[in-house]
């Protein structure tokens, strides 16, 4: 009995041992491929994780900082309100 394939390669058919190989290696490098892609996207999920992390902390700085100066700045108004209110009496006493 005779067998026959249809190629794509010009008619030569491949030997069984350069198809085995081939289909062996097949699965190699689709791991391949996907451990490099797992790795590429680990390291950019670190790249971003690291970088909103810096964010955060710049923030959180800033408003401290600002949270800071607020205070500071009312407690200069709260002095400045009460010298005023003890100058009103002072002047009110001296009227009297």
Partial sequence: MRTFS???EGGVPQPIEMRWRAVRKAPIATSAVIVLVLI???AA???LYRDNALRVAEETRR???TRRLAEL???AEQEKAAQATAQ???KL???L
Avoid: N
Wanted: charged share 40%; hydrophobic share 40%.
């Fill in 73 to 75: 700045e009312l407690k």
């Fill in 88 to 90: 009103r009496e002072a």
């Fill in 93 to 95: 006493l001296s009227e």
């Fill in 6 to 8: 249809i190629s794509d």
């Fill in 45 to 47: 999920g670190y790249w």
């Fill in 40 to 42: 590429a996207a680990g």
């Fill in 63 to 65: 408003a401290d900082e």
